[in-house]
Protein backbone atom coordinates (compact mmCIF):
# COMPACT_ATOMS: atom_id res chain seq x y z
CA UNK A 1 0.00 0.00 0.00
CA UNK A 2 1.34 3.86 -0.38
CA UNK A 3 3.23 5.07 2.45
CA UNK A 4 2.78 9.19 3.27
CA UNK A 5 6.12 10.03 5.07
CA UNK A 6 6.20 13.08 7.47
CA UNK A 7 8.35 14.57 9.99
CA UNK A 8 7.47 13.89 13.93
CA UNK A 9 8.06 17.43 14.82
CA UNK A 10 9.15 20.57 12.81
CA UNK A 11 9.77 23.38 15.24
CA UNK A 12 10.11 27.26 14.30
CA UNK A 13 9.90 30.67 15.77
CA UNK A 14 7.54 32.92 15.83
CA UNK A 15 7.44 35.32 12.39
CA UNK A 16 9.55 32.39 10.98
CA UNK A 17 8.63 30.34 8.17
CA UNK A 18 7.91 26.52 9.02
CA UNK A 19 7.92 23.75 5.95
CA UNK A 20 6.37 20.48 6.60
CA UNK A 21 7.13 17.79 4.27
CA UNK A 22 4.97 14.61 3.05
CA UNK A 23 7.10 12.28 1.10
CA UNK A 24 5.77 9.57 -1.00
CA UNK A 25 6.80 7.47 -4.25
CA UNK A 26 6.16 10.04 -6.80
CA UNK A 27 3.72 11.99 -5.34
CA UNK A 28 4.27 14.96 -7.28
CA UNK A 29 1.66 12.49 -9.49
CA UNK A 30 -1.23 12.56 -6.82
CA UNK A 31 -3.19 15.49 -5.79
CA UNK A 32 -2.40 16.35 -2.02
CA UNK A 33 -4.27 17.71 0.71
CA UNK A 34 -3.52 19.00 4.13
CA UNK A 35 -5.17 19.37 7.44
CA UNK A 36 -4.52 21.16 10.32
CA UNK A 37 -5.74 19.85 13.90
CA UNK A 38 -5.38 21.30 17.75
CA UNK A 39 -5.71 19.23 20.69
CA UNK A 40 -9.08 18.13 21.25
CA UNK A 41 -10.29 19.48 17.88
CA UNK A 42 -11.24 17.75 14.81
CA UNK A 43 -9.10 18.13 11.77
CA UNK A 44 -9.28 21.81 9.84
CA UNK A 45 -8.54 21.63 6.02
CA UNK A 46 -5.67 24.05 5.44
CA UNK A 47 -4.85 23.13 2.12
CA UNK A 48 -6.35 20.97 -0.76
CA UNK A 49 -5.21 19.70 -4.42
CA UNK A 50 -1.51 20.55 -3.77
CA UNK A 51 -1.80 24.15 -3.71
CA UNK A 52 -5.33 25.71 -3.34
CA UNK A 53 -6.68 27.37 -0.11
CA UNK A 54 -10.02 27.05 1.27
CA UNK A 55 -11.90 30.28 2.23
CA UNK A 56 -10.94 31.27 5.24
CA UNK A 57 -7.61 30.00 5.89
CA UNK A 58 -4.75 32.54 5.32
CA UNK A 59 -2.34 33.65 2.87
CA UNK A 60 -0.03 32.78 5.00
CA UNK A 61 -0.31 29.20 4.25
CA UNK A 62 0.80 27.40 0.97
CA UNK A 63 1.56 24.23 -0.77
CA UNK A 64 3.53 22.55 -3.20
CA UNK A 65 3.73 19.43 -4.52
CA UNK A 66 6.74 17.90 -7.15
CA UNK A 67 8.56 14.55 -8.05
CA UNK A 68 8.16 12.64 -4.48
CA UNK A 69 7.57 15.05 -2.21
CA UNK A 70 4.69 18.00 -1.57
CA UNK A 71 5.29 20.70 1.44
CA UNK A 72 2.80 23.00 3.42
CA UNK A 73 4.84 26.20 3.72
CA UNK A 74 3.57 28.39 6.58
CA UNK A 75 4.86 31.97 6.34
CA UNK A 76 5.00 34.32 9.30
CA UNK A 77 4.18 32.01 11.77
CA UNK A 78 1.97 32.80 14.78
CA UNK A 79 1.58 31.03 18.32
CA UNK A 80 -1.85 29.94 16.71
CA UNK A 81 -0.20 27.85 14.40
CA UNK A 82 1.08 25.23 16.26
CA UNK A 83 -1.00 21.89 15.95
CA UNK A 84 -0.49 18.50 14.22
CA UNK A 85 -0.41 18.47 10.34
CA UNK A 86 -1.60 15.43 8.26
CA UNK A 87 -0.96 15.15 4.57
CA UNK A 88 -3.61 12.75 2.43
CA UNK A 89 -3.82 11.64 -0.66
CA UNK A 90 -6.46 9.08 -2.50
CA UNK A 91 -4.31 6.14 -3.55
CA UNK A 92 -5.82 4.11 -6.50
CA UNK A 93 -2.52 2.11 -7.41
CA UNK A 94 -2.71 -0.95 -4.47
CA UNK A 95 -4.94 -3.65 -4.25
CA UNK A 96 -7.20 -1.44 -1.64
CA UNK A 97 -7.70 1.68 -3.37
CA UNK A 98 -8.06 4.34 -0.79
CA UNK A 99 -7.35 7.46 1.78
CA UNK A 100 -3.73 7.42 3.17
CA UNK A 101 -2.71 10.09 5.25
CA UNK A 102 0.84 10.55 6.32
CA UNK A 103 1.84 10.13 10.19
CA UNK A 104 1.35 13.45 11.31
CA UNK A 105 3.77 16.23 12.06
CA UNK A 106 3.86 18.38 15.20
CA UNK A 107 4.77 21.68 14.92
CA UNK A 108 6.11 23.49 18.00
CA UNK A 109 6.33 27.41 17.97
CA UNK A 110 8.88 28.49 19.98
CA UNK B 1 -25.07 26.14 9.11
CA UNK B 2 -23.10 23.01 7.23
CA UNK B 3 -22.65 20.29 9.81
CA UNK B 4 -21.65 16.70 10.78
CA UNK B 5 -22.94 15.67 14.31
CA UNK B 6 -21.71 11.99 15.20
CA UNK B 7 -23.21 9.49 17.98
CA UNK B 8 -23.49 6.39 19.38
CA UNK B 9 -19.99 5.90 20.83
CA UNK B 10 -19.38 4.70 23.62
CA UNK B 11 -17.97 1.55 25.65
CA UNK B 12 -17.92 -2.00 24.28
CA UNK B 13 -16.61 -5.28 24.91
CA UNK B 14 -14.20 -7.20 22.22
CA UNK B 15 -16.30 -9.05 20.50
CA UNK B 16 -19.28 -6.87 20.38
CA UNK B 17 -21.61 -4.33 18.48
CA UNK B 18 -21.77 -0.79 17.85
CA UNK B 19 -23.59 1.78 15.66
CA UNK B 20 -22.58 5.70 14.95
CA UNK B 21 -24.42 8.08 13.57
CA UNK B 22 -23.82 11.13 11.89
CA UNK B 23 -26.70 13.74 11.08
CA UNK B 24 -25.72 16.11 8.27
CA UNK B 25 -27.00 19.73 7.76
CA UNK B 26 -26.77 22.61 5.53
CA UNK B 27 -25.74 20.69 2.38
CA UNK B 28 -27.28 18.85 0.28
CA UNK B 29 -26.50 15.04 1.60
CA UNK B 30 -27.88 13.25 -1.18
CA UNK B 31 -25.46 14.32 -2.91
CA UNK B 32 -22.67 14.16 -0.88
CA UNK B 33 -19.76 11.29 -0.63
CA UNK B 34 -19.27 10.54 2.75
CA UNK B 35 -16.26 8.88 5.01
CA UNK B 36 -15.57 8.17 7.97
CA UNK B 37 -11.89 8.42 9.79
CA UNK B 38 -10.69 7.57 12.56
CA UNK B 39 -8.32 8.15 15.18
CA UNK B 40 -6.41 6.11 18.54
CA UNK B 41 -5.80 7.92 21.55
CA UNK B 42 -2.27 9.96 20.47
CA UNK B 43 -2.19 8.51 16.91
CA UNK B 44 -2.67 9.97 13.72
CA UNK B 45 -5.51 9.84 11.23
CA UNK B 46 -7.15 6.52 9.41
CA UNK B 47 -9.26 6.66 6.72
CA UNK B 48 -11.93 3.68 7.81
CA UNK B 49 -14.12 3.78 4.94
CA UNK B 50 -16.75 5.33 2.58
CA UNK B 51 -20.09 5.57 0.55
CA UNK B 52 -20.27 7.10 -2.67
CA UNK B 53 -23.68 9.16 -3.29
CA UNK B 54 -26.81 7.09 -4.72
CA UNK B 55 -26.68 8.74 -7.89
CA UNK B 56 -22.54 7.55 -8.33
CA UNK B 57 -23.43 4.31 -7.65
CA UNK B 58 -23.87 4.54 -3.57
CA UNK B 59 -20.93 1.61 -3.12
CA UNK B 60 -18.81 1.63 -0.56
CA UNK B 61 -14.55 1.29 -0.22
CA UNK B 62 -12.84 0.42 3.38
CA UNK B 63 -9.63 0.03 4.79
CA UNK B 64 -8.11 -3.16 5.07
CA UNK B 65 -8.34 -3.48 9.06
CA UNK B 66 -12.33 -3.50 9.09
CA UNK B 67 -13.44 -4.85 6.11
CA UNK B 68 -15.39 -7.48 6.67
CA UNK B 69 -16.40 -6.26 9.93
CA UNK B 70 -17.31 -2.50 9.47
CA UNK B 71 -20.41 -1.50 7.29
CA UNK B 72 -21.21 1.59 5.98
CA UNK B 73 -24.63 2.66 4.62
CA UNK B 74 -26.81 5.77 4.35
CA UNK B 75 -30.24 6.99 4.63
CA UNK B 76 -31.00 10.23 2.70
CA UNK B 77 -33.90 10.69 3.81
CA UNK B 78 -32.52 11.23 7.50
CA UNK B 79 -29.24 13.19 6.29
CA UNK B 80 -27.84 10.32 7.81
CA UNK B 81 -24.64 8.36 8.07
CA UNK B 82 -24.32 5.20 9.71
CA UNK B 83 -21.18 3.33 10.71
CA UNK B 84 -21.83 -0.15 11.75
CA UNK B 85 -18.72 -2.01 13.88
CA UNK B 86 -19.05 -6.11 14.59
CA UNK B 87 -16.58 -8.07 15.70
CA UNK B 88 -14.63 -4.84 17.51
CA UNK B 89 -11.26 -5.24 18.53
CA UNK B 90 -9.25 -3.07 21.29
CA UNK B 91 -7.30 -1.93 18.58
CA UNK B 92 -10.58 -0.44 17.04
CA UNK B 93 -10.43 2.09 19.97
CA UNK B 94 -10.61 5.54 18.71
CA UNK B 95 -12.42 8.45 17.95
CA UNK B 96 -14.76 8.06 14.85
CA UNK B 97 -15.17 11.40 12.76
CA UNK B 98 -17.71 11.41 9.58
CA UNK B 99 -16.44 13.55 6.66
CA UNK B 100 -17.07 14.65 3.40
CA UNK B 101 -15.35 15.11 0.41
CA UNK B 102 -15.52 15.74 -3.46
CA UNK B 103 -15.12 12.36 -5.26
CA UNK B 104 -11.83 9.73 -5.04
CA UNK B 105 -9.69 12.29 -5.44
CA UNK B 106 -11.07 15.50 -3.10
CA UNK B 107 -11.10 16.49 0.42
CA UNK B 108 -12.27 16.48 3.20
CA UNK B 109 -13.79 19.61 3.70
CA UNK B 110 -16.18 19.08 6.40
CA UNK B 111 -15.66 17.20 9.35
CA UNK B 112 -17.89 16.30 12.48
CA UNK B 113 -17.05 16.60 15.99
CA UNK B 114 -16.18 12.86 16.41
CA UNK B 115 -17.82 10.45 18.90
CA UNK B 116 -15.48 8.19 21.06
CA UNK B 117 -15.42 4.50 20.64
CA UNK B 118 -13.95 2.82 23.55
CA UNK B 119 -13.38 -1.52 23.20
CA UNK B 120 -12.26 -2.72 26.65
CA UNK B 121 -13.18 -5.82 28.36
Known amino acids: SYVLTQPPSVSVAPGKTARITCGGNNIGSKSVHWYQQKPGQAPVLVIYYDSDRPSGIPERFSGSNSGNTATLTISRVEAGDEADYYC?????????????FGGGTKLTVL | EVQLVESGGGLVKPGGSLRLSCAASGFTFSNAWMSWVRQAPGKGLEWVGR??????????DYAAPVKGRFTISRDDSKNTLYLQMNSLKTEDTAVYYC????????????WGQGTMVTVSS
Open chain 1, 88 to 100: QVWDSSSDHPGVV
Open chain 2, 51 to 60: IKSKTDGGTT
Open chain 2, 99 to 110: TTGDGDYGAFDI
